[in-house]
């Protein structure tokens, strides 16, 4: 069984900044790609940022100059430091990791919540 836990959403003033973090844990082999996605009420789910275990980045265009993705290898996780957050930015964030154990597959963590509002 493989578990993806985030922490760190909250209300922030916009402006503000916020930073997600995501662990994996569990039968884990190995952990290949790692994102951010997020879903606003009433809007599909989107990417917000990926990156690969070399370290490779995408990002959204909403997401570009204003977060950055990082991971540590050696601890399963991931994080997704948020800068400059205006109300736009407000929805369920997941952590998504594509994970080996006995076989690849797809995990998304339980969502945490960004509010950007004064």
């Known amino acids: 069984q493989v578990q993806l836990v985030e922490s760190g959403g909250g209300l922030v003033q916009p402006g503000g900044s916020l930073r997600l973090s995501c662990a994996a844990s569990?039968?884990?082999?190995?952990?290949?790609?790692m994102a951010w996605y997020r879903q606003a009420p009433g809007k599909q789910r989107e990417l917000v940022a990926r990156?690969?275990?070399?370290?490779?980045?995408n990002y959204a265009g909403s997401a570009k100059g204003r977060f950055t993705i990082s991971r540590d290898n050696a601890k399963n996780t991931v994080a997704l430091q948020m800068n400059s957050l205006n109300p736009e930015d407000t929805a369920l964030y997941y952590c998504?990791?594509?994970?080996?154990?006995?076989?690849?597959?797809?995990?998304w963590g339980q969502g945490t919540q960004v509010t950007v509002s004064a």
């Open positions: 990156i690969s275990p070399g370290g490779t980045t």
């Open positions: 998504y990791a594509n994970i080996r154990t006995s076989y690849t597959d797809g995990y």
């Open positions: 569990g039968s884990i082999v190995s952990v290949q790609d």
